[in-house]
């Protein structure tokens, strides 16, 4: 895969321009009830408007460059939840997160607690949801896409395996953009393990540089977005 990766990058299907941060809530935390619990995650996405955040955080918050709609859960549950939500002190983190507190405190079926964490701390991943601002470097949300798909397993392996078969016909020409994407998103709506919330672009934000390296494709990215 990381092979694959490394020629579409030199390739020209690859189109370069203003990258942005992309800021979207995960569920990665592997100890935490809600990561295997697939109706849980669809009730608490189902819940939380993108499009209010945005209009709220405008202009500096911005429509998403992927975006897709989580399945709707048949389940209703009647139940009040604990629910934590972790994000990194880089702007605008807090009021985001602040916001979705705000949504899912209003269903009446979450008490949403905010925990403030420190992205290299090795408690950074205790909360049940953490939202992430991750650099969309070549401007391309296909990049995106894997390291969402890596980070949260997409519920199960066998869902990950399909996304990872799709991505692979993708990067060998087997297939279309327009075919992986339909794909993609989903197996993302199915999985419900993360939502975009928006986009800041370059222009919005100050960043110093840093790179995260990926155990299974070391794709460079830029970081630490402060205030």
């Not at 979450?110 to 925990?115: D, E, V, W």
Request: glycine share 6%; hydrophobic share 35%.
């Amino acid at each position: 895969m990381p092979l694959l990766i490394e020629r579409y990058c030199k390739s020209a299907r690859l189109h370069h321009g203003l990258s942005g941060i992309e800021a979207v809530i995960v569920f990665s935390n592997k100890h935490s009830p809600y990561f295997a619990d697939e109706e849980g995650r669809r009730n608490i996405l189902s819940l939380v408007d993108t499009e209010a955040i945005r209009r709220l955080l405008s202009p500096k918050l911005k429509d998403p460059s992927f975006d897709y709609g989580v399945n709707k859960s048949d389940e209703q549950r009647e139940i009040t939840a604990k629910l934590s939500i972790s994000y990194d002190k880089y702007y605008p983190n807090k009021k985001i997160v602040k916001l979705i507190a705000l949504q899912l405190a209003s269903s009446g079926r979450y008490h949403p607690k905010l925990m403030s964490s420190d992205y290299f701390s090795p408690q950074s991943d205790w909360a049940d949801v953490h939202l992430l601002l991750i650099p969309n470097t070549f401007n391309d949300p296909i990049f995106i896409y894997y390291q969402l798909a890596l980070l949260t397993g997409l519920g199960n392996r066998m869902r990950l395996q399909k996304y990872l078969s799709v991505l692979s016909r993708y990067f060998s020409g087997m297939i279309s953009r327009q075919a992986f994407n339909e794909r993609a998103v989903e197996l993302f709506g199915e999985a419900a393990c993360f939502l975009p919330i928006g986009r800041l672009e370059g222009k919005d934000i100050k960043c110093s540089i840093g790179t995260i390296v990926l155990i299974s494709g070391e794709i460079p990215t830029n970081l630490y977005c402060k205030d």
